[in-house]
Structures are given as C-alpha cells and as structure tokens.
C-alpha cells in the first residue's frame, strides 16, 4: 500500500465518528455516525474507447470520446445508428473467481463485467490479497464489505456467442448478492434500482451503512449496456465503474489513498411535483 501523505487540515464541519470496531456506540440505533466524512479509496472503471480510468481521463483531455459505430455482432434498429459502446462485453475469465464453464455461463453480462470491476476497485486500493481478511466488523467478522449494485435495464442477446443478456428469474439472487459471494464479501448486501439515480441511490445507502457500523468498507458499482436495439437511442452510452468506500478516519489509520472525501448525501422523489423544488429540499437538506 502507498505511504499515506500527511493529512491535511480538515474542513470545517461535523466530528468525524469513530471507525468500525473503535468502541462503543458503532451501529446504535437509526442515524449512529451520521454526518461522519467517508473516502473513496479504491476506484476503477471502463467506458466506450477506454478500457481503465486513465485512458478514459486521456480521451477527455485531448477531446477523443466521440460517438462511434455499433461494434461487430451488434444489431441497431436503424441504420447508422451512433453512439458511445462498450468493446468485448462478452469476455470474461472464469478462473480468476473460481468458476466453471457452466457457472460462468450463468451470469448476467452485466454481472461480468460489474464482477471484473469491483475486482480492478479493490486491487486499485490494495485489498485484493490479505488486507481484505483484516476489513472487520465491530463484532469481529473479517471481509466485511458491504456490496451495493446498480444495473441497467436488461434484455437482448449477443449474436453468435450464445449468450444471453435476459432478466434473471424471481428466484434467483440478486446481483448485489452474486457479487458478494463470487467475491467472499460478508457485508451487506443490495441491489438499487432507482432509475438514473441508481447509483447515487447506492451510494447513499452505503454511506448509512458505514455510519451506522454495518461494515467497515462498502463497494458500490454500477453497470450500463444498450445490447438489445429497443435500449438504444442516438448518442446514449454504455459504462461500468465500481468505488470502495471506507470512513475517512480508518482509510487514514491505515495508509489508504484517498481519492475523495463524501461528507453528506441525500435522497427524495418529487411525487407528482415538479423535480426543481424537490432538488432543491435535497441540496439543502445535504
């Protein structure tokens, strides 16, 4: 892991709470910890024409993220269609998660690739080897990392690989509960569905479950593809990208990078009024 810099002076605002497991009071109650500042230590993505975040911040600097063609073996339902895709989607290496061909046929493509990230996250923080084993809950349990999921809209097939992009059944785990068993996390765990705020959505939620000491790290991921020709419209695009989080005063204990800092977050739904008022209630309210 990097050295930690020296900490800087820290903003005006509300005490930072105690770290999972530093004493009594973690996870008291509705609201325990509340307002407490959380980093993002790990962070790792892959979008249209980048395959990694530095790529992706490259094109952004010199201009190249520009619509493009559907790739090969995808199907549009008008000619000429353009926009922002993702390349490869059906790759996938099995062993690296301990899978067979059959258990890996199963999943979702955007369960793969959302696994592939949240792989890339904790290995981009350091917590791909043993420093996983010592993420603990107050109560002791090791490999507490809260997984919080948000997924597009399914549906559609890639020609010639067999693959289906389908709806999973009622029965079956969500993809928040696949993820945290494909990769032996044992915090919470969800799937968020909330529209275009799917992953803020998440990440409010995993901000609570940091407050209120019910894990002592959180991955929170999000996953976007347009494969069947109903889900694409010009110019609309296609992503994955994960985050770890951990309370800021435990990613400083232990020498983590901090890419940012999450002070306050906050969610709502207008109902039937118009959406400005009600943005407005939460930027006050956060």
Known sequence: APAPAPAPAPAPGPAPGPAPGAG???GAGPGAGAGMPCAVVGIQGRFP????????WRNGLQGRIAEAALPGGRRSACAGWRGHFLDGVEEFDPDLFGLGAREA???DLRERL??????????????AGARLERLTASDGTARSVGVYA???PAGGALPGTGHRHTAPPASRPGPAARLSRLLDLRGPSLSVDSGDS???TA????????RAGECAAALVGAVELRLHPACQRPGAGEGVAAVLLKPLAAARADGDRVHAVIRSSAVG????????????RLVARA
Do not use: I, K, M, V
Request: aromatic share 10%; hydrophobic share 50%; charged share 10%.
């Open 114 to 127: 959302l696994a592939q990230s949240a792989w890339q996250t904790l290995e981009s923080a350091g917590y």
């Open 24 to 26: 009594a009071g973690d």
């Open 269 to 280: 739904h207008p109902g039937r009024a118009a959406p400005g008022p009600q943005y407005a």
């Open 49 to 56: 024409q980048a395959g990694d975040l530095e790529a992706f």
């Open 203 to 210: 990440l409010h939620l995993a901000l609570g479950a940091l």
């Open 150 to 152: 948000a997924l597009g």
């Open 105 to 107: 046929a199963g999943l």
């Open 198 to 200: 799917s992953f803020l």
